[in-house]
Each structure stands twice: as structure tokens, then as C-alpha cells.
């Protein structure tokens, strides 16, 4: 689904912006070697969330889908040494794999990872007082992100941005019988255009992934 040209592009602007990072990809490796399916966000996008991270000065951080801990890491390193990131998965044995690949990144300090449904997960949260979050990065399943949008909305605060993963789905969201996957993403980005609270916009993207996009809002 990824044209080559796209995925050459990705290939130059990694070699000159990301440098080798061991600990990264170890955590790609070992995420294979358990059988993990191999969609973390791409090195370029993980720079994209860890420079957003720092230009908000991102003491909180929320994820929802945790998978190998790709994005987890790329996050949680923009973080000051009494940051945390919280990151949701539903599946034990990812969490497993994420957990080893955060330690090995010595970030199991800074990181909580809660197994179970995210909408439980953020149901405790919400509970126990567990907001603000700085950040939100919401990429679990995609039907759900609708929920998980406003659920999370209500563990923000003014100024609190949040990014959605796979918005576009290689242009399924504007399927006139879509998937239930791109009918998430529908719901998602009508709730997003009607929700007063948040100003939000979606870029295109095009690289080692595909044609996908994201979502960036900013709460106000
Ligand atoms: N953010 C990761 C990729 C996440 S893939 C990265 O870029 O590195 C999506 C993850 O969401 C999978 O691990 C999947 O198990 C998890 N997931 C699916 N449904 C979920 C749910 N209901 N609650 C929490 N996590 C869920
Ligand atoms: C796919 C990609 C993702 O980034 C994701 O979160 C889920 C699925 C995919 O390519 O199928
Ligand atoms: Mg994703």
C-alpha cells in the first residue's frame, strides 16, 4: 500500500534526522520475535509525538494502545525525570513485551502501563482523579477512538493537545461503505469538527506506512 517514492522519502529524512538509536530498534526486533503485528507508528512519526511532547512541556502523558512500547519510548523520553506517561493496552502479552523493551530504555520508572479495556482503564482514571495529561496519543483499536476521545477529554485541561493515529486509512475514511475501522475514524473526526471544547485539524500523511494521517487537537 506504500509506494515506493514514499517509502524512499521516509528512508532519506530518517537517515538524516534520526540517528541510530540501539534501544529502538531492539524494541522493534523483540516486538517481531514475540509475534507483535508491525504497526508502531514509524521512527519519523515517534519524533513527530517527542517533539510535540517537548514543545508542551509534557509533564503527563496518556496513550492508548501501547503495543511493543514503540511510541511509549519515543514519548516518554521527552519527559523530565518526574514525568509520567500512562499507556492503556488491552492485551497481556503486548504489555509484557512493552514493559521489557521500557525497561531496557530505562524508562519503567517514568511509565505505567494498565492492562485491560481502555475504556475501563480510563473510567479508573477518571475516578481516582488520575487528569490532567499534557498529551494524548490514542491509537488502540479504532472503532473505539470516538469514546476514548471523550473520555480522555475529561482527564485534560486548556491547552492539553491531542493526536489520533490512523485517521485516514488509506483514504477509507471517505469509503462510501466503510470498514468499521474508517467508521470509527468518521465518528472520530465528526466528533472532533462538533466538540466546543477542542480545535482540531487532520494532516494527511504518506511514508513507510502508507497513506494515513493524524489528528492534532488542542483543547481550549
Ligand atoms: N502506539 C503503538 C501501536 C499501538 S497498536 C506504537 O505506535 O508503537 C494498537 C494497540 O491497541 C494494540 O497493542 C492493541 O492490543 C491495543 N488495543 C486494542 N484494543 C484495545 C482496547 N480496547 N483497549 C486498550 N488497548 C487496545
Ligand atoms: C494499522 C496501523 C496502525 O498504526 C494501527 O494503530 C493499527 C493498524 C495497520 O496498518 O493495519
Ligand atoms: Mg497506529
Not at 492485551?91 to 509484557?96: E, G, N, S, T, Y
Not at 494498565?114 to 495529561?133: C, E, I, K, N, Y
Not at 491531542?162 to 461503505?177: S, T
Not at 475501522?181 to 487532520?202: I, K, Y
Request: hydrophobic share 45%; aromatic share 4%.
Amino acid at each position: 500500500m506504500a509506494d515506493a517514492r514514499w517509502i524512499e522519502v521516509d528512508s532519506y529524512l530518517q537517515a538524516a534526522l534520526v540517528p541510530a538509536d540501539p534501544v529502538l530498534e531492539q524494541a522493534i526486533a523483540d516486538s517481531r520475535r514475540a509475534g507483535l503485528p508491525p504497526i508502531e507508528v514509524t521512527a519519523l512519526q515517534g519524533k513527530f509525538l517527542s517533539v510535540l511532547a517537548r514543545l508542551l512541556q509534557a509533564r503527563r502523558i496518556l496513550e492508548i494502545g501501547t503495543l511493543g512500547g514503540y511510541s511509549t519510548i519515543w514519548m516518554a523520553r521527552s519527559l523530565p525525570r518526574d514525568g509520567q506517561l500512562v499507556s492503556l493496552e488491552l492485551d497481556p502479552d503486548h504489555a509484557v513485551v512493552a514493559a521489557a523493551n521500557l525497561r531496557r530504555a530505562g524508562l519503567a520508572d517514568r511509565v505505567d502501563i494498565r492492562v485491560g479495556p481502555a475504556t475501563h482503564s480510563l473510567r479508573q482514571l477518571a475516578d481516582g482523579g488520575g487528569g490532567p495529561f499534557d498529551l494524548v496519543f490514542i491509537d488502540a483499536d479504532k472503532p473505539g477512538t470516538e469514546g476514548y476521545l471523550d473520555q480522555a477529554l475529561a482527564l485534560c485541561r486548556a491547552g492539553s493537545a491531542i493526536v489520533v493515529d490512523n485517521v485516514v486509512r488509506h483514504g477509507a475514511l471517505v469509503d462510501h461503505q466503510p470498514d468499521a475501522d474508517a467508521e470509527g475514524m468518521q465518528r472520530a473526526v465528526s466528533w472532533l469538527g462538533r466538540q466546543p471544547r477542542v480545535e482540531a485539524t487532520v494532516l494527511q500523511t504518506v511514508g513507510a506506512k502508507g497513506h494515513d494521517g493524524f489528528a492534532l487537537g488542542m483543547v481550549l
